[in-house]
């Protein structure tokens, strides 16, 4: 099952992804009888027993009330499916390819930064290039949504703890990134965490270590491996990042990039430029799209 947020007629709601339609849960008449939570925030809190009540709802719905309560996705403005977690955790030099591509070894630990929830932007907002870098990029990766709270969680039970995965584009800063020798303010500006288009329940994607993983730009093929590349996989991440810090429900963590970043193409790096069309894409989650824009020095109004 596929679950989007987005918003139509100014109004935010969230629903099943089927073909090229959203079906608004809260706009099926059985709704009443079998109330599913209010927000998409709420029904990722509940976990399990969030997903078993949206399917209870679609089984007990006639194709007909579907039907009447699906709007289609061009007539909708689809939002990043997770607008507040409490935290981004990233992990760095997770995958192999990635790792040789850059002649460095396979770390025997997970490498963790963070970003802030400011840089998250939804699918087909602009990923805004800040006045002065040079070397902007793009990392695709699959992200990992927590659906329970959890400390020193074992492997064996990870999985009772993930709601489904997203994509996230690691956008960074190459200069800023490697002048600064730490990777906060590199990757931590606004608009540097597209994510989206939908969550894909964990009790549907059975194994997020076999996915493909690809990023096109401008249609261009940049990036083509698959989870399988990983190092530690998704359990794996889970159970050590559980290890340092609580994990809260709404948590993102984004579990590394492959091979074919735009700083480490050969014969010379490609970076991202205004006008450019970002496309990642991981199989039977979806495909994130942006566009890369100008920094627009205008203070935000509140």
């Known amino acids: 099952m596929k679950l989007a947020r987005y918003r139509h007629s100014n109004m935010e709601s969230y629903g099943v992804l089927v073909d090229n339609g959203i079906i608004c849960l809260l706009a099926l008449p059985k709704a009443v ?11 990722i809190a509940l976990g399990n027993n969030g997903i078993r009540i949206v399917e209870q709802l679609l089984r007990i719905s006639s194709q007909r009330e579907k039907r009447n309560a699906t709007v289609g996705v061009d007539d909708v403005t689809l939002l990043a499916p997770v607008l507040s977690p409490p935290k981004i955790v990233c992990l760095g030099l997770n995958y192999r390819d990635h790792a040789a591509e850059q002649g460095k070894d396979i770390p025997d630990e997970p490498i963790l930064f963070m970003k802030p929830r400011t840089a998250i932007i939804g699918p087909d907002q602009p990923i805004v290039r800040p006045k002065g870098v040079k070397q902007l990029d793009y990392e695709a990766e699959l992200a990992i949504v927590i659906g329970q709270k959890g400390k020193n969680v074992p492997i064996s039970e990870a999985r009772n703890f993930i709601f489904g995965y997203t994509i996230l584009n690691d956008v960074s800063a190459r200069d800023i990134q490697f002048k600064d020798k730490q990777w906060t303010r590199g990757k931590g500006f606004d608009s540097f965490a597209p994510m989206g288009p939908c969550i894909t329940t964990a009790d549907q994607l059975k194994d997020p270590g076999n996915l493909g993983v690809r990023t096109k730009v401008n249609g261009e093929l940049r990036q ?36 074919g970043v ?21 199989e039977e989650v979806g495909t994130l799209r942006n566009t890369v824009s100008k920094e627009n020095l205008l203070p935000l109004s509140e």
């Open 224 to 259: 083509d491996s698959s989870t399988k590349n990983m190092v530690f996989g998704v359990c794996e991440i889970v159970h050590r990042l559980s290890q340092v810090m609580t994990l809260e429900v709404g948590d993102v963590i984004a579990t590394g990039t492959p091979a």
């Open 262 to 282: 735009g700083i480490f193409m050969k014969p010379r790096p490609k970076f991202l430029s205004p006008g450019d069309l970002v496309e990642v894409e991981i």
């Open 33 to 43: 009888n079998c109330q599913p939570p209010l927000t998409f925030d709420d029904l």
